[in-house]
């Protein structure tokens, strides 16, 4: 059993003065998310039942490309925001947490990395 208050516990702990740009960082990457997801959106609506050498064709357009690499850098990005606020809201082991954290920081750069270099083959026409 503790005899120190909850207030003596907390004393000195402090914020580890990095949760504010966090918050920013995601706030602002939801802000890039709401237009490039419509354009995502309509832009793959228009060509449903296209087959893949009309979205080929599509990828070309430098415009379409840079666009699709904008959107896809923002979704892993707030993704990977949002992930490592569930770990460390949710994980209590500090080792689990730090791995975890780590663990997900590669996945979405992987991700990322491989998602944007398939857009760029497909953009510059690359077989």
């Known amino acids: 059993m503790k005899l120190r208050s909850p207030l003596s ?57 840079i666009a699709l690499a904008l ?17 460390e809201d949710y994980v209590a082991n500090e080792a689990l947490r730090f791995g975890g954290v780590i663990l997900e920081k590669f996945a979405h750069f992987a991700l990322g990395v491989g998602s944007v270099f398939a857009v760029l083959k497909l953009a510059f026409g690359v077989a």
Do not use: C, E
């Open 9 to 65: 516990q907390a004393r000195g702990l402090g914020s580890a003065k990095d949760g504010v740009g966090h918050w920013w960082l995601q706030r602002l990457t939801a802000l890039a998310l709401i237009p490039l997801s419509l354009w995502f959106v309509f832009s793959v609506a228009r060509y449903r039942v296209a087959d893949y050498a009309t979205l080929v064709a599509w990828m070309h357009n430098p415009y379409a490309a």
């Open 71 to 87: 959107w896809l850098i923002a979704l892993f990005w707030h993704s990977a925001l949002g992930v490592q606020v569930v770990i």
